[in-house]
């Protein structure tokens, strides 16, 4: 069946993945509602995707599929041009899971329209102020190597918006950050659905949230007897054994959060009692 021609989006993206640690993830904003939940994917081990300007939601599992099946980023580009009659409204953006990255954007996406790829990332976006914003996205993420993903991505979203963002009068409304590291379940997955300044919302959605990853999505799934209440973890009350993991860190430490609750269990087992 041909994909049906869809709702237009005005919307700015990057797609990237971590060369260290191997994640992946989307930071997008728009001026549609809840953009979130129809435009991006990221799937651990497979890749990361986005559709957008006149969207169509079902390319989003195909692409995922193709990925997931051995295809390219730049075969799945291919794919879907040969499935969508109305390939030439989208624009396409993949990183797939080796950092290999295609774009499309369709010559009958509303002006400003266009994408910058780069190693392990692609920035895309439509309606936009001019070419700058894309131009500063791509600036952003190849300048923060050394930022974990998912401030990576902030960032890049963050110098689109300062850049210009999307052509007046159409503002920033919804906004999303999703990053997969190693598990099935996102690593962080949040959304401004409905704000009059969305990218700064979801900066500060982000902020808050961020200490809490650690414990979100490490240690309550893999060692819930040994998880503080999530209150005593960001107070920083908990027992002496967990105390130092109080706001680990997460890219390349988040990991060490259970290692480290293992290191403190055999030391606590090896220390002999005092003599009386």
């Not at 041909?2 to 919307?11: C, S």
């Not at 790829?117 to 001019?130: E, I, Q, S």
């Not at 209150?231 to 908990?238: A, F, H, L, R, S």
Request: proline fraction near 6%; hydrophobic fraction near 35%.
């Amino acid at each position: 069946m041909p994909f049906r021609l869809g709702i237009e989006r005005n919307t700015y993206t990057i797609i990237g993945r971590c060369p260290r640690t191997g994640q992946l993830g989307v930071g997008i904003a728009t001026h549609s509602l809840a953009v979130g939940g129809y435009c991006p994917c990221v799937k651990a081990g497979i890749g990361a995707v986005s559709s957008q300007a006149y969207a169509d939601p079902r390319l989003v599992p195909s692409m995922i599929e193709l990925l997931k099946s051995g295809k390219s980023a730049k075969e799945v580009i291919s794919e879907l041009a040969g499935l969508d009659e109305y390939f030439e409204y989208r624009q396409i953006g993949i990183v797939d899971l080796k950092g290999n990255s295609a774009v499309h954007s369709g010559q009958e996406a509303t002006a400003w329209a266009g994408s910058i790829t780069g190693d392990g990332y692609v920035v895309t976006g439509n309606c936009l102020a001019n070419e700058h914003v894309v131009q500063a996205m791509s600036r952003a993420f190849e300048h923060s190597i050394n930022k974990e993903l998912p401030e990576r991505l902030l960032r890049t979203i963050e110098a689109g918006r300062n850049a210009g963002g999307q052509s007046k009068p159409y503002m920033e409304r919804s906004a999303a950050l999703i990053v997969h590291a190693h598990e099935d379940y996102p690593m962080i997955d949040l959304r401004v659905d409905v704000h009059n300044d969305a990218v700064t919302e979801l900066r500060r959605v982000y902020e808050f949230y961020k200490p809490y990853v650690p414990l979100y999505y490490d240690l309550r799934p893999k060692r819930p007897d040994m998880t503080p209440q999530q209150d005593e973890w960001i107070k920083d009350n908990t027992p002496p054994q967990r105390k130092k993991l109080t706001i680990v860190a997460f890219g390349d430490s988040i990991t060490q959060a259970a290692e480290v609750i293992r290191n403190e269990e055999v030391r606590q087992r090896n220390i002999k009692p005092a003599c009386n």
